[in-house]
C-alpha cells in the first residue's frame, strides 16, 4: 500500500532549484502535495520525461535544467543545469554526462519500445540512469521508460503560405491551399495536401520536428498542381521555427514551407 501511495504522488515532485545551482535535497510527502500547482506551471517547459519502478523514479529534462527524483525513504531530488548529450552514431541514442559539487549523473536515452513494468503502458524510449551522489565508491543504476512531450504550440490548423520562400497562389494550388491539423496530444496529423486529403503521424524531439507515415487519398490532379512538391517537402521536415504566428518547417536540403494559423 505504501509503494501505490509513492506511485500516486510521483507526478507532482517539483523541481527545487534553479539552473545556477545544483542541489541534493529530501523532501517530505506534504511538502510535495502543497506544492503541486508550481508544478503544473513548471510542466510547461518540460521536453522530456521518464519514470520507473523499483525503487520509483522520475526524470524530468527542461530548457533550464534536469530532476531527477528517486526514492529511499523519503522522497530526494537531484537538480543540475542542462547539458548537451552525446549522439550515438548508429541509432538515435542519447547520452548525458552531469557532473556537479553534488554527484555524477549518466543518462542514455535510447529510441526503442519499452513497456513499464507495472501499468504495461509502452512509451517509445528506453531510459538508464546512473547516479553517484558525494563520494559514494559506486554508480547506483535507475531503469525505466520515457517520452518526449512534444511542443504544445504546434496543436492549432495551420494554412500554407510560402513555398520555398515563394508565396503561393491558386496558380499552384486552384482546389485550395495545403493545410495542417496538428494534435499534439495523439502526435497525428491531417490536412489537405492541395489536392487529396492526407494523415499521418508526427515524430517530436527536441528541436526536431517530423511528419511520417504520410497517407493520401488518391484523386486525379491537374498537372500544374504542386501537391507532390508540398508533399516532398513535408515528408523531408527535419526542423520547425515558431514565430509571430507562423510555422516554418525545414528540411536539411534547406527547402521551406511557412503556414500561418
Known amino acids: 500500500m505504501k509503494a501505490a501511495f509513492l506511485f500516486v504522488i510521483l507526478p507532482w515532485i517539483v523541481l527545487g532549484c534553479n539552473a545556477a545551482k545544483t542541489t541534493s535535497t529530501v523532501k517530505e510527502p506534504t511538502d510535495i502535495v502543497s506544492s503541486s500547482r508550481q508544478a503544473l506551471n513548471q510542466d510547461q517547459i518540460i521536453y522530456f520525461r521518464a519514470a520507473g519502478n523499483e525503487p520509483f523514479w522520475s526524470l524530468k529534462i527542461s530548457d533550464t535544467g534536469f530532476q531527477f527524483s528517486y526514492f529511499t525513504s523519503k522522497i530526494q531530488t537531484f537538480n543540475a543545469p542542462l547539458v548537451a548529450p552525446i549522439a550515438g552514431q548508429d541509432a538515435n541514442v542519447k547520452r548525458y554526462r552531469i557532473v556537479t559539487e553534488s554527484g555524477q549523473m549518466n543518462i542514455q536515452i535510447i529510441q526503442n519500445d519499452c513497456k513499464d513494468s507495472m501499468t504495461g503502458v509502452l512509451s517509445p524510449y528506453t531510459v538508464e540512469v546512473e547516479l553517484k551522489l558525494g563520494t559514494a565508491p559506486i554508480f547506483i543504476t535507475y531503469k525505466g521508460c520515457g517520452e518526449y512531450i512534444t511542443d504544445a504550440r504546434l496543436h492549432d490548423t495551420w494554412i500554407l503560405e510560402t513555398m520555398n520562400r515563394k508565396p503561393i497562389g491558386n496558380d499552384d494550388f486552384s482546389m485550395g491551399f495545403p493545410r495542417l491539423e496538428i494534435n499534439t496530444k ?40 504542386k501537391e507532390m512538391d508540398f508533399i516532398k517537402i513535408l515528408q523531408s521536415t527535419s526542423s520547425y521555427e515558431l514565430s509571430n504566428g507562423k510555422l516554418i518547417l525545414r528540411n536539411t536540403s534547406g527547402e521551406e514551407l511557412i503556414f500561418k494559423k
Do not use: D, P, W
Request: with cysteine; net charge positive.
Open 186 to 225: 495523439s502526435n497525428h496529423f491531417y490536412g489537405f495536401a492541395g489536392c487529396n486529403g492526407m494523415s499521418g503521424s508526427v515524430f517530436f524531439e527536441k528541436e526536431v520536428l517530423r511528419f511520417t507515415k504520410i497517407a493520401t487519398t488518391r484523386k486525379m490532379c491537374q498537372t500544374q498542381n
